[in-house]
């Protein structure tokens, strides 16, 4: 069974800083690019940042310049480097993995449980 576990969710501060992890384990054939979604009270699940096909990072317009996505590949893990943070950047963040879980599946997305990142004013 596969499983993305997350960590390094917490309160902060306006203008605080927090890491998040996120690993993947369990039984699969290949991982894709792993990426980071968030959700916000009251709205849908938004694309925070991945990787391209060429390994290049992506963000979300609004968090440019302030979140940095980096990627262990031997280690099938994810991170997302969150500084200066808004309140407006309070949500749960979701890791995202595609994933076929043998060589003749086809590809999946995977979604980790979520952890909770609120920011005070």
């Known amino acids: 069974q596969v499983q993305l576990v997350e960590s390094g969710g917490g309160l902060v501060q306006s203008g605080g800083s927090l890491r998040l992890s996120c690993a993947a384990s369990?039984?699969?054939?290949?991982?894709?690019?792993m990426g980071w979604f968030r959700q916000a009270p009251g709205k849908g699940r938004e694309l925070v940042a991945s990787?391209?096909?060429?390994?290049?990072?992506q963000y979300l317009d609004s968090v440019k310049g302030r979140f940095t996505i980096s990627r262990d590949v031997t280690k099938n893990s994810v991170y997302l480097q969150m500084t200066a943070l808004k309140p407006e950047d309070t949500a749960v963040y979701y890791c995202?993995?595609?994933?076929?879980?043998?060589?003749?599946?086809?590809?999946?997305?995977?979604w980790g449980q979520g952890t909770q990142v609120t920011v005070s004013a």
């Open positions: 995202q993995a595609p994933l076929r879980i043998t060589s003749w599946s086809n590809w999946r997305d995977h």
């Open positions: 369990g039984s699969f054939f290949e991982i894709g690019n």
């Open positions: 990787f391209t096909n060429d390994g290049s990072p």
